[in-house]
């Protein structure tokens, strides 16, 4: 296992949020955590980012307990934050320009801009990127962050429909190139389908894992995505459930 969690509980203001949650995550994992609003899916990301400190449990990587887990996550909020006054080049460079690695830093980035689909834009300011280019953009300097698991907060939440799922197309085929574990918090039940080998679905008060979904298919298409009907509607169906509980 890559990513361990065990007996992870936490609150705030004396309201138990998370309790007891325990999660595995295989190396070059993809997961999706789904769950009602304000269940507690951006705090077990904030958590793993050493934003919060859990008020109990413990995190293991490569089997390992770690104290301090944050320097082994890279964090992808969903507002892109990127710095407006910076080219692109420089805005994906910034945590090579932080750890005194610029060079080195723009010349992997050099190399991934065609991956990105950023090529040509690499003296551009954010005001003249299109919305998915933006956030193709911060995942670059997501990916570029010296980390060995991804966490994502709803990427692409802010997008319209049809660069969403443009975004949701493109991050299929990084997949197999990034070569990085990865979890994923989203609401949208599709996305969570499309990109996801393991869905956990988040519920209760205080929340826990209450269900886990494998996703076995390999060759991952639109069409093959609309065909999931039956799938669709018991996830609906649970997160549906979930909000009266």
């Known amino acids: 296992m890559k990513l361990q969690l065990q007996d992870i509980s936490m609150s705030f203001s004396k309201k138990q949020i ?34 919060l400190n859990a008020d109990d449990g413990k995190i293991r990587i490569d089997g390992k307990e770690v104290k301090d887990a944050k320097e082994h996550f890279a964090y992808m909020p969903q507002e892109d934050l990127l710095l407006p006054w910076k080219t692109i080049l420089d805005n994906v460079c910034l945590y090579g320009a932080i750890h005194k690695e610029k060079k080195q830093a723009q010349k992997q980035a050099m190399q991934l801009f065609p991956v990105f689909g950023l090529s040509g834009y690499e003296n551009a300011y954010p005001e003249e990127l299109s919305g998915g280019m933006h956030q193709r953009a911060a995942f670059l300097r997501t990916a570029l962050c010296k980390a060995d698991i991804l966490l994502l907060d709803e990427p692409f939440g802010a997008l319209d429909v049809i660069t969403r799922s443009d975004m949701q197309d493109w991050l299929i085929q990084m997949k197999s190139k990034l070569k ?66």
């Not at 869905?199 to 060759?219: D, R, V, Y």
Request: aromatic residues 4%; charged residues 20%.
């Open 180 to 245: 990085k574990t990865t979890i994923l918090v989203t609401h949208d039940i599709d996305e969570a389908i499309y990109l996801s080998d393991r869905i956990l679905i988040l519920n209760g008060h205080p929340a826990s894992i209450q269900k886990e979904i494998c996703i076995t298919e390999t060759n991952r298409t639109r069409e093959w995505l609309y065909a999931q009907s039956e799938l669709r509607t018991n996830i609906h169906e649970m997160l549906k459930g979930n909000n009266h509980v």
């Open 18 to 51: 998370l309790s007891h949650l325990s999660m595995d995550v295989k190396e070059e994992e993809f997961i999706s955590i789904l769950g009602p609003s304000g269940c507690g899916k951006s705090t077990i990301l904030n958590i793993l980012a050493g934003i």
